[in-house]
């Protein structure tokens, strides 16, 4: 029979002025059964408010908002006071985030698994004896939200044919069109599922199921012949064998 410390429920905050930023955050915690979301709030001075009446556990927390920055907001919480996650798609504050002791810094687009890495490591600091990483049951993700223009959008993993990419850009090619977004392959490679996904080229990304047919040194998806880089021949001719597709 699980004790009380294991059934606790963690309570949340979601703070983010984008409100599909704040979707996907809700709609990663609605997948946890031990995670509890006592609010939602697009506006950082709203929240301070909130959290100033209302004593919660744990507050996921952009950076980057009008009015007042999520760095800011987390020196004025009361004390003591909750245990922060930022999120954000900016590496440059990590250094200055852990200075202000938060719990973990998740850059966008967060993973899944890498939010439940977050949420299970604050639940070992409330709890004695936290249930295991695996007890969350979890679905697993079937898309993922990107940077594009001013908003995050969420592409559907099934709909990628592949990604090319452009400098500091990523050129998302699906069934619907194109989508242009600031991201690198690394934070993409980190999201998509590896069983479904490969790297072929230092310039390309290809899904598997979307690949049509494959000679020598290349590979055709949605009629374009994308080359296979010498860096990545070998490994992409294991994950073809490994998926009994020749």
């Known amino acids: 029979m699980e004790s009380e410390n294991t059934l606790r429920k963690i309570s949340c905050v979601l703070i983010d002025d984008e409100p599909l930023a704040l979707d996907v955050l809700a709609d990663?915690?609605?997948?946890?059964?031990?995670?509890?979301?006592?609010?939602?709030?697009?506006?950082?001075?709203?929240?301070?408010?909130?959290?100033?009446?209302?004593?919660?556990?744990?507050?996921?927390l952009d950076i980057h908002m009008p009015r007042l920055t999520g760095l800011q907001l987390a020196q004025l919480l009361p004390a003591p006071g909750p245990r922060i996650v930022l999120t954000t798609a900016y590496d440059t504050y990590a250094v200055r985030s852990y200075e202000l002791g938060v719990a973990d810094y998740l850059l966008k687009p967060i993973s899944f698994e890498r939010f439940l890495q977050a949420v299970n490591k604050v639940r070992q600091t409330l709890l004695p004896t936290p249930a295991?990483?695996?007890?969350?049951?979890?679905?697993?993700?079937?898309?993922?939200?990107?940077?594009?223009?001013?908003?995050?959008?969420?592409?559907?993993?099934?709909?990628?044919?592949?990604?090319?990419?452009?400098?500091?850009?990523?050129?998302?090619?699906?069934?619907?069109?194109?989508?242009?977004?600031?991201?690198s392959f690394r934070r993409v490679e980190e999201v998509l599922p590896p069983e479904r996904f490969a790297r072929i080229h230092k310039s390309f990304l290809v899904s598997l199921q979307r690949i049509e047919h494959l000679e020598r040194g290349k590979v055709q998806v949605a009629g374009r012949l994308l080359p296979i880089g010498d860096t990545y021949r070998d490994s992409f001719a294991a994950l073809i064998r490994a998926h009994n597709q020749l």
């Open 28 to 60: 990663y915690c609605g997948q946890i059964p031990f995670v509890e979301v006592r609010g939602q709030f697009h506006d950082a001075l709203a929240a301070l408010a909130f959290l100033q009446d209302n004593a919660v556990d744990l507050v996921f």
């Open 132 to 183: 295991p990483l695996q007890d969350a049951s979890p679905t697993a993700p079937d898309a993922m939200f990107v940077k594009n223009e001013h908003r995050l959008q969420r592409v559907a993993f099934d709909d990628i044919l592949y990604i090319e990419g452009m400098k500091e850009y990523l050129l998302i090619y699906t069934i619907q069109g194109k989508i242009l977004t600031l991201q």
